[in-house]
């Protein structure tokens, strides 16, 4: 029971502050995932469905979008400190 409602009166405030950079440093390659498995999910579906390679377009934008951020994200990870957080 406690998955579905978790219980409260244990919680005590986290000593760091949410950090939006550590997120991207930490979650960019989850993100590029779940933008290429809907991508794959989407273009299985459609040769099934209509026996032939159709790639929809705003998939196909969206995929390459998701591919530049993930690339962008990772450069920034490995060859600069911009996504280092101080005390993470």
Do not use: C
Not at 50 to 69: K, N, R, S
């Amino acid at each position: 029971m406690p998955a579905f409602f978790p219980r409260l009166h244990g919680w005590k405030q986290p000593e760091l502050d949410f950090s939006f950079r550590n997120v991207l440093r930490r979650e960019y390659s989850g993100f590029f995932a779940i933008i290429a498995t809907l991508f794959v999910i989407d273009s299985a579906r459609e040769y099934l469905a209509e026996q032939a390679t159709m790639i929809d377009q705003a998939w196909l934008t969206t995929f390459i979008a998701g591919a530049a951020i993930y690339i962008l994200l990772r450069t920034l990870k490995k060859h600069t400190g911009l996504l280092t957080v101080d005390g993470r």
